[in-house]
């Protein structure tokens, strides 16, 4: 009675689908959150008063000298609202079960999809990408550190080029070694987070100068790295393909992909505790929203329009608090590089 071919859908796999995963992200770990209990307001950069050596000898019958407290300076902060929705229309839930109805065990059983889920993963993603490329803008950029605090290489000095060997103009490790001690001599305290690419940890340790300085040195050593190029604290490689983002702005235009980190290397010193007089690089200032949550998920029923709304919110301000506890390794890698 009826056309075969009319009735037969082809099954869609539940265990396959083609596309990008959500990335891990790398901001918190330079700029850590902290929470604020006003939406703007100021905070205490303080001097370094407390490294004085003050002439503390008395003699019977004397008063002792007196000192006074630590001077400091103020800056500021002004959190910003950053909010997106998601709608789940009701016509999206009747299409999704009368596929999954079409679908057969044998190629894959029902539809593996939840869009309630997926919605919410939608603009948590966004949000979370948002901060990303805030941070790693304020984090490349030269003017947020301190004079000395950062270096551009180029051409030969650059780390993936090895002409000349182990006579290399191209040295990794002193220049590593250059910012552990300018960040050191400035806070008085070695950087304990190196943030760069995972493609060029490759390009490090198999360095011509690097080979010949550790020839003997095995990679099996799970403290490899930190031994090669001086650098103990916390290795943060940007994952392949994490540090992408799409520069379209809009789902329906050509893919055009851009790097958060780039060929930059960045050397801090970061503390995540909260609280005040804490020295570290950066910090992202966050104010929670009415309920005390930072990053609320709101749910509401839109009648109108059929549909369930799923929206999150955050408000924040990323900043620099300390230029001297950062080092910017600008184009540490070619743009050839990877």
Known sequence: MYDPSTLYVDPILSNFATGYRDPAYYADVLFPFTTVGTKSGQYRVFDRSNRLIFKDRREPGTVANEIVGRKWSLDTFKTVQHSLQSPVLDEERRNFVSMGGLSDPIFGGALDIDPEQDAVALVTGALQRGHEYKVSTIARNTAN????????????????????????????VGVILTGIRVIQGKIGRAPNVMLMAAQGQSYIENHPRVVARFQYFTLNDPEAFRKLTGFDGQIVTVGVGDDLYNTADNIDATESLSSFWGKDVILAYVDQTQGDRVLTFGKTFVYPQLGGETKPIDRWREQNRKADLFRQTWEYDPKVVSSTAGYLIQNAFASTAW
């Open 145 to 172: 550190y301190a004079a000395g605090n950062f270096t551009t290489l180029s051409g030969t000095s650059q780390w993936n080029d090895y002409t000349g060997g182990v006579a290399s103009a191209s040295d990794p």
